[in-house]
């Protein structure tokens, strides 16, 4: 299921691309990092298990839990910039009421 998710977000972020305009490199490579090493698995669906350090399934955890973290950071700095975006119309009047 978590590869799913995963393969769901890279779609999500290839479908809200505008023509000419590149997916963030940081995901990219993040991205191909997790399909290089979910591949070398045999597309193993353990690898958020306990058990997987010091496994193939190590590699996968590793890059699964890097793009959970890119994604959290991005979303981050996207509730900041509207938080910011808002004050900012609040200052010069076009805020809400």
């Given at each position: 299921m978590e590869s799913i998710n995963i393969?769901?977000?890279h779609a999500g972020k290839k479908?809200?691309?505008r023509p000419g305009e590149l997916i963030d490199p940081r995901f990219s490579n993040l991205f191909?990092?997790?399909i290089h090493a979910w591949t070398q698995s045999n597309f193993s669906s353990d690898y958020?298990?306990?058990d997987v350090m010091g496994s193939e399934e190590a590699a996968v955890n590793k890059a699964?839990?890097?793009i959970q973290k890119f994604l959290q950071s991005e979303l981050e700095r996207k509730?900041?910039?509207r938080k910011k975006e808002e004050a900012?119309?609040?200052a010069a009047?076009?805020?809400r009421a």
């Open positions: 393969l769901n977000v479908a809200d691309q191909s990092n997790f958020l298990g306990q699964y839990w890097e509730r900041e910039a900012r119309k609040i009047g076009e805020g």
